[in-house]
């Protein structure tokens, strides 16, 4: 606790009038690029699975948690101590099968007090606890995870199966009449329809998207990189060369 008292008492001094300009001039908003960055880069660090790195991008997050708190102490708005209140009790709250009296005897049971206590505490709205800001795919995860928490859901996979064929059809005919709002819309149905079946196979939409991104990114950069080698402009080859480099790389990556 002696070292965060000091970080709070470091940001107060870049804050005061004989502090840093840069740092006495940003607003939460100006600080949200910063804050977001941070975050991706800690959760890169922890798919790495770098500890030593981790260590160093968990600081940079919790220096924008002190820097956000001290401009809200800065405006009379709430302190550290509300902060860590909060909480602290909402932690309580929120796990009434250990501090309290109701039973859960697995992670579903836990999942479903979670999301009660959550709507309740978000005026009884059931997906009024995620943030419009989050990442599409994410955001409908989660909005299906707390529909399904109150029995909204699909019966079985097969179901989400059935409906992705009849999202794909509609898709089809929306390209047929060559209606660009439909196709959107429908297609919209379809990444939709797609997450709904990621969730049933407990896998995460937006991490698979992640893994095919980074696959993607490392496959295309090894070809430029075969092209940098060889001295060849890479935007002079043709898609058949290419193809027969990314194959190449692709076939290498499956035998190591």
Not at 71 to 76: C, G, L, T, Y
Request: net charge negative.
């Amino acid at each position: 606790m002696i070292l965060f008292d000091e970080l709070i008492e470091l940001v107060r001094k870049l804050r005061s009038p004989e502090g840093c300009p840069w740092d006495r001039e940003q607003t939460r908003t100006s600080l949200i690029p910063y804050f977001i960055e941070e975050v991706y880069e800690a959760v890169e660090t922890i798919e790495n699975r770098d500890a030593e790195k981790l260590k160093d991008e968990l600081g940079d997050v919790l220096l924008h948690v002190v820097f956000q708190t001290v401009i809200a102490e800065e405006n009379k708005e709430f302190t550290f101590g509300d902060v860590l209140q909060n909480i602290r009790d909402k932690m309580i709250r929120r796990h009434p099968h250990v501090f309290g009296t109701d039973p859960a005897s697995s992670p579903e049971d836990v999942n479903r007090i979670w999301e009660s206590e959550k709507s309740r505490e978000k005026s009884g709205r059931i997906l009024g606890g995620i943030p419009k800001g989050l990442p599409e795919l994410h955001r409908a995860y989660r909005m299906q995870q707390k529909a399904a928490s109150v029995g909204f859901d699909w019966d079985k996979v097969a179901d989400v199966w059935k409906k992705l064929d009849e999202e794909i059809g509609e898709f089809h005919r929306a390209v047929g009449e060559k209606d660009k709002d439909a196709m959107e819309d429908e297609l919209g149905d379809i990444l939709f329809a797609l997450v709904n079946l990621s969730r049933f196979y407990d896998l995460h939409p937006g991490m698979a998207l992640k893994r095919s991104n980074d696959k993607f990114y490392r496959r295309f950069s090894e070809v430029e990189n075969h092209y940098n080698e060889d001295k060849k402009n890479i935007q002079e080859a043709s898609l058949e060369e290419l193809d027969t480099v990314w194959n190449k790389i692709k076939r290498c990556e499956k035998n190591i």
